[in-house]
């Protein structure tokens, strides 16, 4: 089989450089050899009551492996802070790879949400926010979380959060309610960067949140419970309700200043975007060796015949193949879009990506699932567990619909200009038909 940089889709492979195609097979062999074997013993070593939420040996071996062959911070485009130095479509490649493997991302150190928060610290933490916090979360020594998501808002709208963050003298007191933090069950996890509200009143809606630094371990913070997805519990991250009950931090926490919460939140996410979408296009593609392997297993064959014989699974092989390179194609896209300009004027193809790739992946999965009869929907294959976790894609970080209507709300924008160019061309046919002497064959359309 051809390696991971010659598998490179022709229309983006003269913009990744011999040094990004050298480290993406090294990753690819890294997932193939190390962390694919490694995932169930992860999982097992994860046990059951007070272990769950401890930290699996065999994640520290992981880590030292990918250390030593040089597989770290991959997801950092600047060389600043040890950065990899690899553009966003380069590192989108690798997330490709790492997507296929529940352990992979933590094991080189690129791992969400640690990988947005180490970018919001490199680009807008003060020298002492980036020596405490980024330092320890680029050597991978601590981990972090953020904390946006309330029970009691429609929170896809972030002008609702209403966690409250006054200041005090020389600190800033918090008080709210958050949930679905997720990697607050992790023992590691020693920081929050929570987006709150300063100004409540202030006449700007985006100009009303900041953002702050808050140590998990501050008085004041409750863990509420452990939410599940689907049922699984996500343990050693999981995903948290947290009450925050005067919780103070000192004021210098705050990142870049009052009324800036927005700003370093938008900042923040189109990256990270695309780094989720190539992950689930990694999983797609797992998901789909996994049905070519059921699909040829000898001991497997209802009524006589291999299910890769079936006209109906060998469509299955086809459609998944043409949607998981269409898909690619579109999320290389954006990435590419990123680096020619940056995520602001990257929207609409970011957009696109998120929106796209879970819906593909999922109905790969699906299939795959489907091939598999009743073991593809138990734990004896990894693909229950893919399902539930990419079905959450299409929630977390904004809600399909709401990116929806962004990206409908762009495209109406053009519609005077579809209006003139059709009535020119309207005017043209019409004029045509008079110089001709043609007959109509029914009215012209009405505009
Ligand atoms: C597994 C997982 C991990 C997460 N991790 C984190 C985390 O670490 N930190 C964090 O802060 N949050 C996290 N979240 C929360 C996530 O970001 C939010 O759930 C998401 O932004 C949606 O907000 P909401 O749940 O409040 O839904 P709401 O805002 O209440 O939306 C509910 C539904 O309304 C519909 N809707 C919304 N907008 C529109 C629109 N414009 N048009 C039509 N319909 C619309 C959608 O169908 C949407 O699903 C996580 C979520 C999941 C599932």
Not at 75 to 101: D, I, K, P, V
Not at 161 to 172: A, D, F, T
Request: glycine share 8%; aromatic share 6%; with cysteine.
């Amino acid at each position: 089989m051809p390696t991971a940089s010659e598998r490179i889709p022709a229309a983006v492979r003269p913009l990744v450089s011999e040094r990004a195609r050298k480290t993406l097979d090294l990753v690819e062999k890294f997932v193939n050899e190390e962390c694919l074997p490694a995932d169930p013993v992860y999982h097992a070593q994860l046990g059951t009551g007070a272990t769950r939420w401890t930290y699996p040996p065999i994640m520290t071996e992981l880590k030292t492996k990918a250390r030593s062959l040089g597989l770290w911070n991959q997801f950092l485009a600047g060389h600043e802070h040890g950065g990899a130095g690899f553009t966003n479509l380069e590192y989108g490649l690798m997330c490709e790879q790492l997507g296929r493997s529940r352990t992979a991302s933590e094991a080189t150190n690129n791992a969400a949400p640690d990988t947005g928060n180490m970018e919001l610290l490199a680009k807008y933490g003060s020298e002492a926010q980036k020596k405490r916090w980024l330092g320890p979360l680029l050597e991978g020594e601590i981990r972090s979380c953020y904390v946006m998501t309330e029970p009691d808002t429609a929170s896809s709208d972030a002008t609702n959060v209403q966690l409250s963050i006054k200041r005090e003298g020389n600190e800033y007191v918090l008080n709210g309610q958050k949930w679905w933090i997720s990697g607050a069950g992790d023992p590691r996890c020693k920081v929050y960067i929570v987006l709150g509200k300063t100004d409540p009143n202030h006449a700007d809606k985006y100009k009303q949140q900041s953002i702050i630094i808050v140590p998990s371990d501050s008085p004041g913070i409750e863990v509420k419970r452990m939410l599940s997805v689907y049922g699984y519990d996500d343990a050693p991250h999981g995903h948290a309700h947290l009450i925050f009950r005067n919780v103070r931090v000192p004021a210098e926490n705050i990142v870049l200043g009052e009324g800036r919460g927005f700003e370093v939140m938008q900042g923040r996410m189109g990256p990270g975007r695309i780094h989720h979408a190539m992950r689930s296009i990694g999983a797609a593609e797992e998901a789909l060796r996994w049905l070519l392997t059921r699909a040829n297993a000898p001991h497997k064959q209802p009524f006589g015949k291999q299910l890769s014989e079936q006209g109906v699974i060998l469509q299955w092989m086809a459609k998944s193949r043409i949607e998981i390179d269409a898909a690619r194609l579109i999320v290389l896209n954006a990435a590419a879009a990123i680096d020619a300009g940056n995520a602001k004027t990257a929207l609409v193809e970011i957009a696109q990506a998120k929106i796209l790739v879970p819906n593909m992946a999922l109905d790969v999965i699906d299939r795959a699932v489907q091939t598999h009869g009743a073991e593809g929907i138990c734990q004896d294959t990894p693909l229950a567990y893919m399902w539930a976790q990419v079905r959450t894609v299409r929630i977390a970080d904004g809600p399909d619909e709401a990116h929806l209507e962004q990206l409908g709300k762009k495209e109406n924008k053009k519609a005077a200009e579809a209006r003139d160019l059709i009535q020119r061309q309207v005017e043209k046919t019409d004029a045509l038909f008079k110089k001709y002497g043609t007959k109509e064959l029914g009215p012209c359309p009405r505009l």
